[in-house]
């Protein structure tokens, strides 16, 4: 990543174009994949959890009755 920093820099360059066009967009690409796999998939994985955790809670400390349907 940081090694299309200077190349995504140079835009205004003859020649350079196309090749700092394209150094822009892989690098919004890395850095947009990366902040899905560090930061937004790890919170929604999370929230998941802690969701079915607490269904899980309440399954357990609910009466057998409750559980079968039985009141």
């Given amino acids: 990543m940081l090694g299309l ?3 995504a820099l140079k835009g205004g360059e003859l020649g ?5 066009l394209m150094a822009v ?18 919170c929604v994985y999370e929230l998941v959890l802690k969701r079915e955790d607490r269904q899980l809670i309440t399954k357990i400390n609910a009466p057998l009755e409750m559980q079968r349907g039985i009141f």
Avoid: C, D, F, Y
Wanted: charged share 5%; hydrophobic share 60%; aromatic share 0%.
């Fill in 16 to 20: 350079n174009e196309i090749q700092s």
């Fill in 5 to 7: 920093i200077p190349l």
């Fill in 25 to 42: 967009v892989i690098l919004g690409g890395l850095l947009t994949a990366a902040l899905l796999n560090l930061i937004v998939i790890p």
